[in-house]
């Protein structure tokens, strides 16, 4: 039974109303909340997972390349390591927030744990918009975060990877500063690096990779064939062209693809080989496009499948109603907001949630650590075989808990991620 206190801390933490701005820490808290009534898990521990267990906020000085000093914020959430060293991206992005960071890294925990991974949860970034740095400035900007945040990261400790707006990249200069001040060099110290310097083959089109395995998974679940299938993804970098040009090669047909800028359509099939991601050419999609349809309008477009994967928040209840797609797999994280879920589970369009979808990114993150450990690298047709085996395994654990219980694809994912760690805050004794 949790002490009074407990209960009044609790209550204060209650995530705002549902029809106001959602934020990553509500969507995150309210899922909690609602896949922890679908199982016996002791409410102290979900009150502990409730909150992160730290979060690390720094001032980041830039020299900019005119000779002017400005100050950027950064953040570090640790949410939870019972199952291993804290884990999970770096974002740079105008919208970071110490909420959002801490939204994003209790989803990191539970999708760890979800692929059962020996990881906990992180996720941090920096305030700031890289299409506005030079990559002088990029680099000055990493460099200095990286030593910020250096006494709380580390092989062992808490390890970075790329996120929006981070790349191969900026792991480098991460790995490149952090082993400059640690006096030797440590590749275990961030994945996603190029595998020149210890990044595993593989690990940028990881994400995409299980979104698209997962999609094959699920149609296969519904009796739809990939052939014949028309499928939408927003945003095209890291993981949405990734995905989008796996299901291309897998027969299935991209209808839509967009970037920040807007949509581009053809019930006919777009040519997603040909158009640069966003790590080629950020706004390729729609620079060398003749016709841009307006943001919105992709989640009213008629095609079978969904695949937000760019941005937060984006399918709302604003929007919701209108989708006619009748499957939508989450490549972005935290795409869907609550009230957003209630409407699409009362229409019965399954939504096959981010921690299971886009978690092949950091199971090779984890092939990465494991490679960095015994300085071996694997090939990349071991990596794609390796994530293969283990998504497939993820996906059968989802699955059966799906038709088991009767419960939602994402209340299946978070059961099958609760019980582990409800199991080894158990073995590790933190808890009454
Ligand atoms: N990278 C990774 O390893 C993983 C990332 N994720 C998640 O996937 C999502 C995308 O990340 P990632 O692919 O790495 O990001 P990238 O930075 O590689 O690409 C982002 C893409 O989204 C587009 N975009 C940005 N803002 C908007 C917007 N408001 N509306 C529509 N499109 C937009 C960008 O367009 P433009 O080119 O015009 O800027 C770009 O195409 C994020 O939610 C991230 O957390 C999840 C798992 C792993
Ligand atoms: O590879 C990783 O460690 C984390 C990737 C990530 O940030 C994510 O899955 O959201």
């Known amino acids: 039974m949790a002490s009074e206190s407990t209960q009044q801390g609790r209550a204060s933490e209650e995530p705002a109303d549902p029809t106001e701005f959602e934020s990553a820490l509500d969507t995150a808290r309210r899922q909690l909340a609602r896949a922890a009534s679908h199982i016996d898990i002791d409410p102290n521990t979900v009150e502990r997972l409730n909150h992160p267990a730290k979060v690390h906020e720094v001032s980041v000085p830039l020299e900019r390349d005119d000779g002017t000093v400005e100050v950027f914020t950064g953040y570090r959430a640790q949410h939870d390591s019972v199952r291993g060293p804290y884990k999970g991206g770096l974002r740079f992005h105008p919208g970071v927030s110490h909420d959002e960071c801490v939204g994003l890294a209790m989803w990191m925990t539970w999708k760890c744990a979800v692929l059962d991974l020996p990881f906990g949860g992180a996720k941090g970034g920096v305030v700031a918009n890289p299409k506005e740095l030079s990559s002088g400035e990029e680099e000055r900007l990493t460099r200095r975060f990286t030593q910020e945040i250096r006494d709380a990261i580390g092989p062992t400790r808490d390890i970075p990877a790329p996120d929006m707006g981070t790349n191969e990249q900026t792991m480098a200069w991460i790995m490149d500063a952090y082993s400059m001040q640690q006096a030797e060099t440590t590749p275990g110290v961030v994945t996603g690096k190029p595998p020149v310097v210890g990044g595993s083959y593989g690990r940028s089109e990881a994400p995409g990779r299980s979104v698209a395995i997962i999609t094959r998974e699920v149609c296969d679940y519904y009796d739809r064939s990939l052939e014949g299938t028309t499928v939408a993804v927003q945003g095209f970098g890291s993981v949405g062209a990734s995905a989008a040009r796996l299901l291309d090669d897998w027969g299935a047909t991209i209808a839509a693809v967009s970037d920040v800028n807007g949509v581009v359509y053809d019930l006919d099939g777009l040519d997603v080989q040909a158009i640069p991601s966003h790590d080629e050419e950020p706004e390729a999609v729609t620079k060398h496009a003749d016709d841009v349809l307006p943001s919105h309008e992709f989640f009213e477009l008629d095609v079978d499948v969904l695949i937000p994967a760019a941005v937060g928040n984006v399918i709302t209840e604003a929007n919701a109603d209108a989708i006619q ?108």
Not at 334 to 355: E, F, H, K, Q, Y
């Open 325 to 432: 797609a009748s499957i939508i797999i989450e490549g972005a994280n935290g795409p869907t907001t609550s009230a957003a879920d209630t409407i699409l589970d009362n229409r019965d369009i399954p939504v096959v949630p981010d921690i299971l979808a886009n978690a092949g990114g950091v199971t090779v993150s984890y092939f990465e650590w494991l490679q960095d450990i015994n300085r071996r690298s694997w090939s990349l047709e071991r990596v794609n075989d390796e994530l293969e085996k283990e998504m497939l395994a993820a996906w059968e654990e989802v699955r059966s808990e799906v038709d088991e219980r009767g419960v939602s694809w994402r209340d299946a994912a978070y059961i099958v991620a609760l019980s582990r760690l409800a199991e080894a805050h158990e073995a590790r004794g933190l808890w009454p």
